[in-house]
């Protein structure tokens, strides 16, 4: 099992002479085959601690360790190569590549994370996220919810180990919100994954296996 760990994160931006702690030691571990949902107000620091443990940014102290590796000090190279094979993304936007369709949107994060096409696996993840009748369509052509489900089925698509979503039904209604995150918890559970949601729609959270609060860069729950 893939475990992945958190420990002691501190995040310190400094604008011009001044120095804001953002995130003030902050301990995690996420469990594989669940959602956990990172929670609190607007600026206590979830997307800056969903960005350091995805390593997108760097932290100023502390631990990421995935898989016995502590990716706050291993070097660039090796984090891309993580990044791009044992991890996924999904954010507020669904930021699809204009001028590729659904399945070339696919089979290009395959080619970034070194794996096989397999039009097969292809077929299947399109018929999970309810897309196939969609698999030639741009991503001009499909409605909101189609396109974040898109966007999850390019997250998931080369088996990562741990899955972050910064906030991915915030920009759809209610029901669609439901059915993404429907989607979201299976994949979670069928895959294995660990995945770290953050969230602040109260609703989202009966799809979470576990919620930790987050207050003025500390974790209180
Ligand atoms: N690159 C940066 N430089 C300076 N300050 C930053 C930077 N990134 C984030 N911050 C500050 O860190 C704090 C936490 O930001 P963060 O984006 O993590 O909050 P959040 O909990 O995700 O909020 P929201 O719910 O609004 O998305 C905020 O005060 C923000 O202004
Ligand atoms: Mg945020």
Do not use: W
């Not at 590796?69 to 669904?94: V, W, Y």
């Amino acid at each position: 099992m893939r475990t992945f760990q958190l420990t002691n994160i501190r995040k310190t931006f400094r604008n011009g002479d001044v120095e804001e702690e953002v995130l003030k030691g902050v301990d995690l571990s996420i469990n594989p085959g669940q959602v956990t949902a990172l929670i609190g107000a607007s600026g206590s620091g979830k997307s800056t601690l969903l960005t350091i443990a995805a390593g997108l940014q760097s932290t100023s102290q502390g631990e990421i360790v995935f898989h016995g590796q502590n990716l706050a000090t291993c070097k660039e190279e090796e984090l891309r190569k993580i990044r791009a094979e044992a991890f996924g993304f999904i954010f507020q936007s669904s930021h699809l590549v204009p001028f590729l369709t659904v399945e070339e949107q696919l089979s290009m994060m395959l080619d970034v994370a070194g794996k096989h096409k397999d039009e097969t696996s292809i077929s299947s993840i399109l018929d999970q996220v309810g897309l196939s009748h969609r698999r030639k369509a741009y991503p001009a052509s499909l409605s909101g919810g189609e396109k974040q489900r898109a966007a999850i089925a390019r997250a998931v698509i080369h088996q990562p180990s741990v899955l972050f979503a910064d906030e991915p039904t915030a920009s759809l209604d209610s029901k669609k919100s439901q059915e993404v995150m429907g989607l979201l918890k299976d994949m979670t559970r069928n895959l294995g994954m660990a995945t770290l949601l953050v969230t602040h729609e109260e609703d989202m959270l009966t799809f979470a296996d576990r919620v930790v609060r987050m207050e003025d860069g500390k974790i209180v729950v």
